[in-house]
């Protein structure tokens, strides 16, 4: 079983972590641009956004991040060259609503217009993210985020102009990044604080309901504005396997694993999974649901399932693996004593990706669709100019043969778009020098460097990948 030949080989973005501009054109404030970078306290801001709407920390690395506001004609031309078939990126929903609510904001309307035919004429089909850890920081302030119900006509409203506006020119929506994210950053997810909030759990699991809620009526809207748009739920995937074949490591996996398909169970199958009582049990959950709601989730199922998948997790109880953790990327993972690890902690399991992959599609039997996969490393500039990144290319190339593979054991696979086809600013520690593009962008930790675009060795390697359909993986 080969890759189909209209398989959306491409690289996706995400607006606050690219677009820059953070204030132009009467953009409101977005949750990142109030966080700075690692040096600066990145994690606890975070995790505590009440002190970072306190603070000045001087430096924010989104307000500016690589400027594809202004040089995304230059960008996407060198896209383009690169081959590929499919970008995605997010809509700033505080670009179209400075505060969120309101009049819409026509400059931030145009920009997109601009975008999407600018892709539209080097042929690249956009895929585009709604919110993408995006909730205007008005909605913060004014209705404590996602928690509050006002939130999910508030994003309706905000789909609704999006659908008329852009249905003629994208096809392919994600309604939230992540969207089991929400559990483990709140402020990222669901735009909420939680200083002083005794469980937090209550919020973010009342405002995932509101998300779900949000997510099922967007679908609706999608499909009767054109019945051609194809709109899906996005997943931090990455299976967790149990620690040993202790029952208790197995049972830590199954709980674990349960956690993040919650989500897609509502959003596929169009109900909360039996387990879901029990999770909101042992965290002391009490969900409140309208009339209605239940009919909105089961009426609406997603159109295809997008997920990230960056490794495998491991899950476990034994005495002599506590505390040996790994980088999650919030979601907490330990150790896995097989696995290599990137200089940021991250595991690297590409067999994961299949494992992954066959998880999913034996669960829902809907496409399935990669849209964020990649390797943040450092890289180096040689003295001829060159960057020799053999690191990212091996790494893309053993996660595509992974997905080949997965493909090959029947699962059905939309795309694959790598994160990112260009360097931008890291959404967990807020550096440009953990660099994950095929395209080379010159600007440090600290916002120096002159944003000169460089083709990195890997930029060669995946035209080719592209160019054969995934053939030549050499
Ligand atoms: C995903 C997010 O979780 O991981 C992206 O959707 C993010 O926004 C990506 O950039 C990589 O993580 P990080 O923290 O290295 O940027």
């Not at 677009?19 to 641009?33: F, T, V």
């Not at 099922?216 to 739920?233: F, S």
């Not at 997008?306 to 993972?333: M, Q």
């Not at 060795?457 to 080719?464: A, L, Q």
Request: glycine letters at 8%.
């Amino acid at each position: 079983m080969k890759l189909k030949t209209d398989f959306l080989w491409g690289g996706a973005v995400a607006a606050n972590q690219c677009e820059g501009a953070y204030l132009e054109d009467q953009k409101g404030l977005s949750p990142m641009d109030i966080l700075p970078s690692a040096q600066y306290g990145r994690k606890e801001a975070m995790y505590h956004p009440e002190l970072a709407l306190k603070k000045d920390y001087g430096y924010y690395p989104s307000h500016g991040a690589i400027d594809f506001y202004h040089r995304y004609k230059e960008d996407l031309a060198l896209m383009e060259e690169l081959g590929i078939k499919a970008f995605r990126t997010s809509i700033s929903w505080a670009r179209i609503f400075p505060e969120g609510e309101g009049e819409p904001n026509e400059a931030g309307l145009q920009f997109y217009d601009n975008l999407f035919d600018e892709c539209k004429k080097r042929h690249m089909e956009p895929v585009v993210t709604i919110c993408h850890f995006d909730t205007p920081l008005a909605l913060t302030k004014k209705y404590g985020g996602w928690e509050n119900r006002v939130l999910i006509n508030l994003y309706l409203n905000y789909c609704s102009l999006l659908f008329k506006r852009f249905g003629k020119k994208v096809k392919y929506w994600i309604t939230f990044n992540e969207i089991n994210m929400i559990t483990h950053i709140p402020f990222f997810g669901g735009g909420m604080l939680t200083e002083d909030i005794e469980n937090v759990s209550q919020i973010a699991y009342q405002a995932a309901h509101h998300q779900l809620v949000a997510s099922a009526l967007a679908v609706k809207m999608a499909h009767e504005c054109k019945e051609e748009l194809l709109v899906g739920c996005m997943l931090a995937a990455g299976s967790f396997y149990p620690y040993s074949c202790n029952p208790q490591d197995v049972w830590e996996a199954v709980e674990k694993n349960q956690e993040s398909y919650l989500f897609i169970d509502v959003q596929v199958r169009g109900k909360y999974p039996s387990y879901a009582q029990r999770i909101w049990k042992e965290k002391r959950v009490s969900l409140k649901m309208e009339a209605g709601d239940e009919e909105i989730l089961r009426c609406n199922p997603v159109d295809y399932i997008a997920f990230s998948y960056y490794s495998s997790r491991l899950a476990g109880v034994s005495p002599e693996i506590s505390g040996k953790t790994a980088d999650g990327n919030a979601i907490h993972t330990l150790r896995n004593p097989h696995l290599d690890i990137t200089p940021w902690g991250r595991q690297i399991d590409p067999l994961g990706l299949r494992i992954t992959m066959n998880d999913l599609y034996d669960r829902y039997q809907k496409p399935l669709f990669i849209v964020e996969n990649g390797l943040g490393a450092a890289d180096k500039i040689e003295s001829d100019g060159t960057i020799n990144d053999d690191y990212r290319i091996a790494y893309t190339r053993d996660h595509i043969e992974a997905m080949k593979a997965a493909v090959e054991d029947g699962v059905d696979c939309l795309g694959y778009l790598s994160w990112s086809c260009i360097d931008l600013v890291s959404a967990g520690t807020g550096e440009m020098e953990k660099r994950y593009g095929f395209i080379y962008v010159d600007r440090d930790n600290n916002g120096n460097g002159t944003l000169e675009r460089r083709k990195k060795k890997s930029f060669y390697w995946y035209k080719k990948v592209i160019e054969s359909n995934g053939e030549m993986m050499d």
